[in-house]
T-cell receptor, first 111, second 113 residues
Framework: EDQVTQSPEALRLQEGESSSLNCSYT??????LFWYRQDPGKGPEFLFT?????EEKEKERLKATLTKKESFLHITAPKPEDSATYLC????????????WGLGTSLAVNP | KAGVTQTPRYLIKTRGQQVTLSCSPI?????VSWYQQTPGQGLQFLFE???????NKGNFPGRFSGRQFSNSRSEMNVSTLELGDSALYLC????????????FGPGTRLTVT
């Protein structure tokens, strides 16, 4: 069964303490992997798209990487404003353009 | 460029009533997808419309329906509301070609009492 799994479910960091979030998938024919950030009560905000293994994208303190079976979202020296839920979604060939979403990682950064 | 807009932002209904939610996509985007989000369930795909045609459908009962107009604006309707329909309903727009990212609106918070 095609699945997207995110880990950990929740993560608490101190300000400045770098870490990584994981998104693993069991689909074949990846056409794109997407990272989003969601603040409570709001719609997800698009962060990155990755298309092929080895690809990397960066934005401020965030860096997303992709391998053949998983993606990492690295957060360097996080600040309290980085606190949010980070969602991962996968689009793959043969699924008629539907995205498969992970349940997200809830990140809290303490000052 | 204006983002995705959704109206209303908040809604309170009673069981058995019906509700219509509206979504205006980013200018030039032809695809609109609808999602239901509840705590612990993540984003559940409802349906996608592209050029006024339903292109994909999730596993929701027939009480949930939608449509898209020629200007790409979309509406979703839920009839005979149940308590379990209380959720954040999100609309997302994209260009409509395979593999492109979706941009979300702020959502409509529906509470069924």
């Amino acid at each position: 069964e095609d699945q997207v799994t995110q880990s950990p479910e929740a993560l608490r960091l101190q300000e400045g303490e770098s870490s990584s979030l994981n998104c693993s998938y069991t689909v074949s024919g990846l056409r794109g992997l997407f990272w989003y950030r969601q603040d409570p009560g709001k719609g997800p905000e698009f962060l990155f798209t990755l298309y092929s293994a080895g690809e990397e994208k960066e934005k401020e303190r965030l860096k997303a990487t992709l391998t053949k079976k998983e993606s990492f979202l690295h957060i360097t020296a996080p600040k309290p404003e980085d606190s949010a839920t980070y969602l991962c979604a996968v689009h793959f060939a043969g699924n008629n353009r539907k995205l498969i979403w992970g349940l997200g990682t809830s990140l809290a950064v303490n000052p | 460029k204006a983002g995705v807009t959704q109206t209303p932002r908040y809604l309170i209904k009673t069981r058995g009533q019906q509700v219509t939610l509206s979504c205006s996509p980013i200018s030039g985007h032809r695809s609109v997808s609808w999602y239901q989000q509840t705590p612990g369930q993540g984003l559940q795909f409802l349906f996608e419309y592209f050029s006024e045609t339903q292109r994909n459908k999730g596993n929701f009962p027939g009480r949930f329906s939608g449509r898209q107009f020629s200007n790409s604006r979309s509406e979703m309707n839920v009839s005979t509301l149940e308590l379990g329909d209380s959720a954040l309903y999100l609309c997302a727009s994209s260009g409509g070609t395979g593999g492109d990212e979706q941009y979300f609106g702020p959502g409509t918070r529906l509470t069924v009492t």
